[in-house]
């Protein structure tokens, strides 16, 4: 394993230098996230958080990646790269790091100055020390770090806060989508709370804007709601 990684270590300048979005300050992001995102992007130099991994992680980085973007992804012993894929990510430009084992905090280093964004799931949760030094590679390499965890001092925080899946009647029938609402925060641009309905996935996989959900059921047969974090207002009152 530990010659695996030194390999990618090794080739990632490389890419970096072969990224065709070189230069650009803000990496895009699917149009169904802009509105949650200060500039409507991912920010180069930045780290910006997703609660758990999972879709919406895969999300922030697939339009950045469909563009020309490098993806390293760090901490996560499996992908679903079918699921990825639907959601935009192109599997030839990610770079998956498994086990990055006990010097984890070295790998995100290195890879930081190669890729244009490092997905990582840490095993645990990093000192105040090491995350100010993991920030300051972000902001040296020009990469973006997208934590699926938390990360006190991000700049922009995403989450889940509530979702319904669509396709279950009584009794009957199968999950085919859902509908959430991501909730988003911040630090100085992104310190404005904002919200919006996103189908994650939809039917076909893909993640896009969705209507706000109503009190009733969803239109295309049943649902099934389930909270994953506080609401709105709280999310604001806790800061």
């Known amino acids: 394993m530990g010659a695996e990684i030194a390999h990618v270590i090794e080739l990632s300048p490389m890419r970096h230098r072969d990224d065709v979005l070189a230069g650009e300050g803000m990496l895009p992001v699917l149009p169904a996230l802009r509105e949650l995102l200060p500039g409507g992007g991912l920010s ?3 780290v910006v958080t997703s609660g758990g991994f999972g879709l919406l992680s895969l999300a922030l980085v697939a339009e950045a990646v ?7 992804v760090v901490g996560v012993p499996a992908v679903g790269m079918r699921a990825a894929a639907e959601a935009g990510v192109d599997p030839d430009r990610v ?11 070295q790998v995100v280093a290195s890879v930081l100055d190669g890729f244009d964004i490092v997905l990582l799931c840490p095993p645990d949760q990093p000192s105040a020390q090491l995350r100010r030094k993991l920030e300051a590679a972000a902001r040296r390499y020009d990469s973006v770090l997208v934590v699926a965890g938390d990360w006190p001092g991000a700049q922009s925080r995403l989450l889940v806060a509530h979702a319904e899946w669509a396709g279950i009647g009584v009794g009957y029938g199968r999950l085919r989508a859902r509908r959430a609402q991501v909730v988003a925060t911040g630090r100085g641009a992104g310190e404005r709370p904002r919200a919006a309905w996103l189908w994650l996935p939809g039917a076909d996989g893909a993640v896009t804007a969705a209507a706000s959900a109503s009190s009733g059921s969803l239109a295309a047969g049943g649902r099934a709601a389930a909270t994953d974090a ?10």
Do not use: K, M, T
Not at 95 to 105: F, Q
Not at 230 to 239: F, N, Y
């Open 44 to 46: 180069r130099g930045s």
């Open 66 to 72: 469909a563009n020309g973007a490098w993806c390293a």
């Open 230 to 239: 506080p609401d709105l207002a709280r999310l604001v009152s806790s800061g």
């Open 95 to 105: 770079v998956l790091i498994a086990e990055p084992g006990p010097r984890w905090p």
